[in-house]
């Protein structure tokens, strides 16, 4: 992307019309996501990022539109973090949503409840929720219908963070059992 310094990529005006013609759908479920879960159950809200490109558009396309009432509940990460430090963070956590994948995945990786929205621009590895049991935490945000159900998916967690983390565990164990089962497999094979 060209609005990371260390990729060195060209500007490309495609991808730029579609990002800002898209930024309000995008980020709208998210914000609806914060409001109610600030509202409904007085949690305070972290707006991170996964990479630097990100902090801008956490601040722009989040913070700054949400309500006034909402705002004093959210913390904005304005700095970028490494993984060790977002990771420490989320274990600390009800869980987490978003667009992003790798942060699901630590999440997961610690029984952490994780939702994942998704769109046609981005790579099929979100998919791997459903290999997980965790279709229902992720979100076709192409599909009106599956954007409708991430503010109550959001809030349910935040609601009942017992069954949350039962489900994350949940898992998080079958992750293990795919892996160990990989490895037997990979053992196996002539060396």
């Known amino acids: 992307m060209w609005l990371h310094p ?4 060209p500007f490309n005006a495609t ?5 800002e013609a ?3 759908h995008d980020h709208a479920t998210l914000g609806a996501a914060i409001t109610a879960i600030v509202r409904e159950t007085g949690h305070k809200i972290l707006i991170g990022h996964e990479d630097i490109t990100e ?5 722009e396309w989040l913070l700054d539109v949400l309500p006034a009432d909402v705002k004093p509940s959210v913390v904005w990460r304005g700095t970028p973090w490494l993984t060790d430090e977002a990771l420490s963070i989320y274990t600390r956590s009800a869980g987490l949503f978003g667009h992003e994948m790798h942060s699901p995945i630590m999440c997961i990786g610690q029984g952490i409840p994780a ?4 769109w046609a621009e981005q790579s099929s590895k ?8 965790l279709d229902d935490w992720l979100f076709d945000m192409d599909d009106p219908a599956d954007v ?3 503010v109550p998916a959001a809030l349910a967690l935040a609601q009942d963070p017992v069954a949350a983390k039962a489900k994350a565990a949940k898992a998080r164990a079958l992750v ?3 892996h160990r089962d990989t490895m037997a497999i990979l053992a196996r094979q002539p060396a």
């Open 6 to 9: 260390h990729k060195n990529r």
């Open 15 to 19: 991808s730029h019309a579609r990002n």
């Open 22 to 24: 898209m930024k309000e």
């Open 55 to 59: 902090i801008p558009i956490g601040r």
């Open 115 to 118: 939702l994942v929205g998704r």
């Open 126 to 133: 979100g998919l791997m929720w459903r290999d997980l049991g």
């Open 148 to 150: 409708k159900r991430l």
């Open 176 to 178: 293990a059992t795919f």
